[in-house]
């Protein structure tokens, strides 16, 4: 009987280690996909499926795939130099003419005064013809009466 109860626990252990086995297994191979997630590597995918298909090949492109996650940084890219940000005066990597931009910045707004009185214009025109039409009706209900 004791030697069943040992039996037993003995399984219960072998079984726990096998889990506990597989699981950081697991973990371990998905350790350059989460890299790759937490740096916004362009590759995310293609990393992650390489580290299922790295659990088949008995462990040979995991190394490749943790340099391929690492290589990526957000604010440097591929690490070749750094990524030129916007600097005042600059779009990309060409030089503003700021008076180019303060005449189109005129135009723009001289173009929207007028669309607006142009509105208005038409608001206008449409609320005199709609009191004329309703002056017809007037008129047309008047002499249908009589």
């Not at 790295?54 to 996650?69: D, E, G, K, N, Q």
């Not at 940000?85 to 005064?113: F, N, Y």
Request: proline share 5%; aromatic share 10%.
């Amino acid at each position: 009987m004791e030697g069943r109860v040992l039996d037993f626990i003995a399984l219960g252990m072998l079984i726990f280690v096998v889990l506990t086995f597989v699981y950081g297994i697991i973990f371990i191979h998905d350790i350059p996909y989460e890299i790759a997630k937490k740096r916004n590597h362009p590759h995310q995918d293609a990393i992650h499926t390489a580290g299922w298909v790295s659990l088949f090949l008995m462990h040979t492109i995991w190394p490749f795939l943790w340099i391929w996650a690492t290589l990526y940084k957000p604010d440097m890219g591929w690490g070749f130099g750094k990524i030129p940000g916007p600097k005042s005066g600059m779009v990309g990597s060409r030089p503003v003419d700021t008076a180019a931009v303060d005449e189109i910045m005129t135009c723009m707004t001289e173009l929207e005064q007028k669309r607006k009185e142009q509105q208005k214009s038409h608001d206008l025109q449409i609320q005199e013809l709609l009191s004329r039409m309703k002056q017809i009706e007037k008129q047309l209900v008047r002499e249908g009466g009589e």
